[in-house]
C-alpha cells in the first residue's frame, strides 16, 4: 500500500510533556500517533481519538514493526518528536556504569535510530520534521546531574550536525530546549538518584536529592508548553532552537555571558558545596 498520509510521531507519551504534545497536535487537526512503553498509560489519547502503540524507544526492532505497521495502513511519519527521555542523577563519581549507559540509551541513541527509520521518507518526499525536546540542562551544566546534562549536551549538538546536512533535502530539524516543565519527571529522577554508602556528598545529601526536583519548581504547565511549542514551530520558517518554560532564558544567559569561574561560584552555593571544603 502507498502510504498517503502523513502522522506525527511522538515519543514518551506516557505522561506529562508527551502527553500534552498528542493532545496539542490532535488540537490542530493533525494525525497523530502517541507512543509509550505501556499501552494502558494513554487511555486519555485514546478516548480523544488519538493512534496510540506501543513502543519502547530502546527496542530497535519494536520501532521497525512500528514504522513498517503504519506503513502498512497508509501512513508515512512527516513529524517525529523525539520526546521519550530518562534522567540520571546524582554525583557524577556515583553513578554506575550501566546507568550512564541507560542515560546515553534513550536520551541519544534511541532517537537518532529513530531518525534513521524515518528519515529516509522524508527524503524522497522533500519534506518533513524532526523534532528533538532536548533541555537547557545541556548548555548550562549544574552538579548533581552530569549524567543527564551530559546526554542532552549531546543530543543537542547531533541536532546541530542533523540540521546542516538535513536541511538540502528539505528535513527541518528543530531543537527544543525547555526550562522547568511541570511533570511527572521530577519525582522519576528522585527516585534515579546514584549516591553511595561512602559517598563523601552523603554530608550535602539534601541538596544532590534536591537537584532532582529543581526543575519542578514554579514550572510551566506541560499543556501550557505543548500549545505554545506547536503554535511556534507550525510555520515552516521558525527558529531552529527554541526554548520555553522557567528558566529557559536564564541558563543559556549565565553560560554565554557569565565568566566560568563566576557561575561555578553561583552553582558551588546554589547546591552546597562550599560546605564540603576540606571534608
Avoid at 16 to 30: E, K, W
Avoid at 51 to 65: G, W
Avoid at 202 to 216: D, F, M
Avoid at 253 to 262: A, E, G
Wanted: charged share 20%; hydrophobic share 45%.
Amino acid at each position: 500500500m502507498q502510504a498517503s498520509q502523513g502522522v506525527v510521531l511522538i515519543t514518551g507519551c506516557g505522561s506529562g510533556i508527551g502527553q500534552a504534545l498528542a493532545v496539542a497536535f490532535h488540537a490542530r487537526g493533525h494525525i497523530v500517533c502517541a507512543t509509550a512503553r505501556r499501552i494502558e498509560t494513554m487511555p486519555e489519547l485514546a478516548a480523544a481519538g488519538i493512534m496510540t502503540r506501543v513502543l519502547d524507544v530502546n527496542d530497535i526492532a519494536q520501532a521497525e514493526r512500528l514504522i513498517h505497521q503504519l506503513h502498512e495502513e497508509g501512513f508515512y511519519v512527516d513529524t517525529l518528536v523525539n520526546n521519550a527521555g530518562y534522567g540520571a542523577m546524582g554525583p557524577m563519581l556515583d553513578v554506575p556504569d550501566d546507568v550512564w549507559r541507560q542515560q546515553f540509551n534513550v536520551n541519544l541513541f534511541a532517537p537518532m535510530t529513530l531518525m534513521r527509520l524515518t528519515v529516509p521518507a522524508m527524503r524522497a518526499r522533500q519534506r518533513g520534521t524532526l523534532i528533538n525536546i532536548s533541555s537547557v540542562s545541556g548548555v548550562l551544566t549544574t552538579p548533581f546531574a552530569g549524567p543527564y546534562c551530559a546526554s542532552k549536551a549531546a543530543f543537542n549538538a547531533a541536532s546541530d550536525a542533523l540540521r546542516l546536512e538535513l536541511k538540502p533535502f528539505g528535513i527541518r530539524v528543530i531543537t527544543v530546549q525547555p526550562g522547568g516543565i511541570r511533570s511527572s519527571f521530577g519525582s522519576q529522577a528522585a527516585h534515579q538518584v546514584s549516591l553511595a554508602d561512602n559517598s563523601p556528598y552523603q554530608a550535602i545529601a539534601t541538596s544532590v536529592l534536591a537537584r532532582a526536583q529543581e526543575s519542578q519548581s514554579d514550572a510551566m504547565p506541560a499543556d501550557v508548553f505543548a500549545r505554545e511549542l506547536v503554535r511556534r514551530i507550525t510555520p515552516w520558517r521558525c527558529p531552529p532552537i527554541l526554548r520555553l518554560g522557567r528558566q529557559s532564558k536564564m541558563m543559556p544567559f549565565i553560560k554565554t555571558f557569565l565568566p566560568t569561574n563566576w557561575s561555578d561560584v553561583l552553582l558551588r552555593r546554589k547546591f552546597k558545596l562550599d560546605h564540603l571544603t576540606g571534608r
